[in-house]
């Protein structure tokens, strides 16, 4: 069983920057694709960036140029850099491995609110 763990969501006032983390538990991470994903109340679960093993990145074309996703396989651990944030980015943004099967992190909160 693979575990993830988001970091890093919060409060913030727009155009605005955070940072997330996801860590997993296992060093099996580094072979698959990673997702970042967000969901708004009322809304259904979107795709926000995903990348590679290799690295290969692909962005919502809502986040492209304000949002970069990265990872760092040493430490079983993918970034999400949100830039110029907006109120329509406010949700629950989850991590999601997508490996044989697919596990997903247990989700943190961002707000951009004034």
């Known amino acids: 069983q693979v575990q993830l763990v988001e970091s890093g969501g919060g409060l913030v006032q727009p155009g605005g920057s955070l940072r997330l983390s996801c860590a997993a538990s296992?060093?099996?991470?580094?072979?698959?694709?990673m997702g970042w994903y967000r969901q708004a109340p009322g809304k259904q679960r979107e795709l926000v960036a995903f990348?590679?093993?290799?690295?290969?990145?692909n962005y919502a074309d809502s986040v492209k140029g304000r949002f970069a996703i990265s990872r760092d396989n040493a430490k079983n651990t993918v970034y999400l850099q949100m830039n110029s944030l907006k109120p329509e980015d406010t949700a629950v943004y989850y991590c999601?491995?997508?490996?044989?099967?697919?596990?997903w992190g247990q989700g943190t909160q961002v707000t951009v609110s004034s």
């Open positions: 296992k060093s099996i991470f580094s072979f698959y694709p």
């Open positions: 990348i590679t093993y290799g690295g290969d990145t």
């Open positions: 999601g491995l997508f490996a044989p099967s697919t596990y």
